[in-house]
């Protein structure tokens, strides 16, 4: 078993940065790829980025490429999320999900049925 609590969500002015943290525990932390997704009002959760167990590859969204950042700190059992250049397109709800796995490789991540465990989400709320 793995529980995640996702952190550091807030209300923000486009253009700024917020930081998110997922907190992991349980099952060990380094054992698990974790994903960040998002669900803005009315649309459906979508990808926007991953980490691998060691922290060595990563993935993003075109959306938010060059804008956030993922970094995981297995000492702490932590996931954080740098956001940066804000848009209000951001606005969302953004889930952290951890998924127990030995590689990194194809397109898994990408799909939301493939993790294992969830957080219960932070609000993000991007003002113009």
């Known amino acids: 078993q793995v529980q995640l609590v996702e952190s550091g969500g807030g209300l923000v002015q486009a253009g700024g940065s917020l930081r998110l943290s997922c907190a992991a525990s349980?099952?060990?932390?380094?054992?698990?790829?974790v994903g960040w997704f998002r669900q803005a009002p009315g649309k459906e959760r979508e990808f926007v980025m991953a980490i691998s167990r060691t922290g060595t590859s990563t993935h993003y969204a075109d959306s938010v490429k060059g804008r956030f950042t993922i970094s995981r700190d297995n000492t702490k059992n932590t996931v954080y999320v740098q956001m940066n250049s804000l848009k209000p397109e951001d606005t969302a709800v953004y889930y952290c999900?951890?998924?127990?796995?030995?590689?990194?490789?194809?397109?898994?991540?990408?799909?939301?049925?493939?993790?294992?465990?969830w957080g219960q989400g932070t609000q993000v709320i991007v003002s113009t």
């Open positions: 349980g099952r060990t932390f380094s054992s698990v790829v």
């Open positions: 999900a951890a998924r127990i796995s030995t590689t990194w490789s194809g397109t898994y991540f990408l799909n939301e049925y493939e993790y294992d465990y």
